[in-house]
């Protein structure tokens, strides 16, 4: 079983800059990659970021370049830094891993960025 909980959410104004985590449970972590999600009011839930087991990552066009995945396996824990933050990404964040074809999800963390 793996638990994953975000945290580091918050209300932010434009331009600024918040650290997100994601601890997770278990002793997978290191073998697994990691995804943050997005889902705004009324809109499908989008993949913001990934990390391999090995490193590797991937974002999507929207963030590109303004938000950085990263994580550490010694803490069980993925991070995403967010800066250069738009109204636009207002929504609550996911963290998501799968293991032997099940995906786990955390509980979720609200992130409002005020114009």
């Known amino acids: 079983q793996v638990q994953l909980v975000e945290s580091g959410g918050g209300l932010v104004q434009a331009g600024g800059s918040l650290r997100l985590s994601c601890a997770a449970s278990g002793s997978i972590f290191s073998f697994t990659a990691m995804d943050w999600y997005r889902q705004a009011p009324g809109k499908q839930r989008e993949l913001v970021a990934g990390?391999?087991?090995?490193?590797?990552?991937k974002y999507a066009d929207s963030v590109k370049g303004r938000f950085t995945i990263s994580r550490d396996n010694a803490k069980s824990t993925v991070y995403l830094q967010m800066n250069s933050l738009k109204p636009e990404d207002t929504a609550v964040y996911y963290c998501?891993?799968?293991?032997?074809?099940?995906?786990?999800w955390g509980q979720g963390t609200q992130v409002t960025v005020s114009s």
């Open positions: 990390i391999t087991a090995a490193g590797g990552v």
């Open positions: 998501k891993t799968s293991w032997f074809k099940t995906d786990y």
